[in-house]
C-alpha cells in the first residue's frame, strides 16, 4: 500500500530555507506517469499548492511563490524533498506530500494518497 | 483568500442530507475537473471525489459530486458522525497556470 511520511525542522527561521523531506513506500517514486506534490495549509486558512516533481525530475511551481520553492528527489532513498527558500511567518503551517495523478491531454488531475504532513513554524 | 469559495462550516442531523459548495470562475471550475478531500480531525486528507463525480474505491455512495458552470458540489446523503471532517474542492486554474483549493468547509453532524 502506498504511503508517504513528511519530515521537517518543525522550526525555521525567517529568512532562512526551510528543506523537508517526503519518504515515499510501496512504488517507486519513478515509476512512469507518477507525479509527486508538496501542498502546505497556514493555521485556519485553506489548502496551498506549492509544486510538483514527475517521475522524470519536471518540476512545476505555484507562480505566487515567486521562485523561492525548489522540489528534487533522491530515488536511492525513494525520497521527494522540498526547498523553500527565504521563508516569512507566512510559511508557518501543516506541509503535506501527495501524489498527484494528471493526465496531459484530459486535464484530469488530483491528489491521492497524502501524507499526514509535517508542521513547521516560522519565527524570527 | 482561498480562489475557490466554500462555506466556512455546514451542519445536518445524523441520517439527514447535506450539500457543500465550492464556487470559481471560468479560469477554474468553468474549465477543468474538480476533485473534493475529506480530512478527518488528526488524519491525512483523503481524495472522495475525483473529475467532477466519480468516487475512488473505498469511498461510500453516500458521497457524491456534480458540477455546474463555474460552481461544483458535494453531496453527502445518511450522514454518521464519523462524517465530521473539514472538505476541501480542488481544480486547476489557467490564469493563475496553479492548482487551486478552496479554504475547506467544517461539518458538523449535530
Known amino acids: 500500500q502506498l504511503q508517504l511520511h513528511e519530515a521537517g525542522p518543525g522550526l525555521a527561521k525567517t529568512s532562512e530555507t526551510l528543506s523537508l523531506t517526503c519518504n515515499v513506500f510501496?512504488?517507486?517514486?519513478?515509476?512512469?506517469?507518477?507525479?509527486w506534490s508538496w501542498i502546505r495549509q497556514p493555521p485556519g486558512k485553506g489548502l496551498e499548492w506549492i509544486g510538483t516533481?514527475?517521475?522524470?525530475?519536471?518540476?512545476y511551481y505555484n507562480p505566487s511563490l515567486r521562485g523561492r520553492p525548489t522540489l528534487s528527489f533522491d530515488t536511492s532513498k525513494n525520497q521527494i524533498s522540498l526547498e523553500l527558500a527565504s521563508v516569512t511567518a507566512a510559511g508557518t503551517g501543516l506541509y503535506f506530500c501527495?501524489?498527484?495523478?494528471?493526465?496531459?491531454?484530459?486535464?484530469?488531475?488530483?491528489?491521492?494518497?497524502w501524507g499526514q504532513g509535517t508542521l513547521v513554524t516560522v519565527s524570527s | 483568500q482561498s480562489v475557490l469559495t466554500q462555506p466556512s462550516s455546514v451542519s445536518a442531523a445524523p441520517g439527514q442530507e447535506v450539500t457543500i459548495s465550492c464556487s470559481g470562475s471560468?479560469?477554474?471550475?468553468?474549465?477543468?475537473?474538480v476533485s473534493w478531500y475529506q480530512r478527518l480531525p488528526g488524519t491525512a486528507p483523503r481524495l472522495l471525489i475525483s473529475?467532477?463525480?466519480k468516487r475512488p474505491s473505498g469511498i461510500p455512495d453516500r458521497f457524491s459530486g456534480s458540477k455546474s458552470g463555474a460552481s461544483a458540489t458535494l453531496t453527502i446523503t445518511g450522514l454518521r458522525t464519523g462524517d465530521e471532517a473539514d472538505y476541501y474542492c480542488?481544480?486547476?486554474?489557467?490564469?493563475?497556470?496553479?492548482?487551486?483549493f478552496g479554504g475547506g468547509t467544517s461539518l458538523a453532524v449535530l
Open positions: 501527495a501524489r498527484m495523478f494528471y493526465d496531459g491531454i484530459s486535464g484530469v488531475g488530483w491528489f491521492d494518497p
Open positions: 510501496g512504488i517507486s517514486i519513478t515509476s512512469n506517469n507518477y507525479y
Open positions: 516533481i514527475d517521475y522524470e525530475g519536471r518540476t
Open positions: 471560468n479560469s477554474n471550475i468553468g474549465g477543468h475537473y
Open positions: 473529475e467532477n463525480d
Open positions: 480542488g481544480t486547476w486554474d489557467r490564469s493563475l497556470n496553479s492548482w487551486v
